[in-house]
């Protein structure tokens, strides 16, 4: 792990998670890290971690309000192609796109749902 061409401090066999060091682990949660941590992302999946029903994208945009419809559609492709969110189109008039948790998906609530937790015992009143 480097910042501005200086190595941090890593106390050797301290920091490390089932086998990863902390940099190797870094590398290889980048891409999923960085879509947890997008705009949007969590206000789209907390209201699926409380239903077992798919929810259509007309319902994400009724409740998402401040988050435009192009940010809405861009964070729902990323979540599907990570195999968070399951995608289903349906060929009617109007057409229907629902959408629910996959396993993965389910997971990452669960863990997250456990961070938010730690933060809220931790923060500042």
């Given at each position: 792990m480097e910042t501005?061409?200086?190595k941090l401090p890593i106390i050797q066999n301290k920091c490390e998670?089932?086998?990863?060091?902390?940099t190797k682990l870094l590398k290889e949660?980048?891409?999923?890290?960085?879509?947890?941590?997008?705009?949007?992302?969590?206000?789209?999946?907390f209201p699926l971690c409380c239903t077992t029903e798919p929810v259509r994208h007309k319902q994400f945009k009724e409740s998402l309000?401040?988050?435009?419809?192009?940010t809405l559609s861009t964070r729902l492709s990323e979540l599907v192609s990570e195999g968070i969110l399951e995608r289903e189109t349906f060929a009617e008039?109007?057409?229907?796109?629902?959408?629910?948790?996959?396993?993965?998906?389910?997971?990452?609530?669960?863990?997250i749902t456990d961070l938010l937790e730690w933060m809220k015992k931790w923060s500042k009143k």
């Open positions: 501005k061409g200086k998670f089932t086998g990863y060091d902390a949660t980048a891409t999923i890290r960085d879509l947890i941590t997008k705009r949007a992302t969590l206000e789209i999946l309000k401040g988050i435009s419809s192009k008039v109007p057409p229907r796109v629902e959408y629910k948790l996959t396993k993965k998906g389910q997971e990452l609530i669960e863990s």
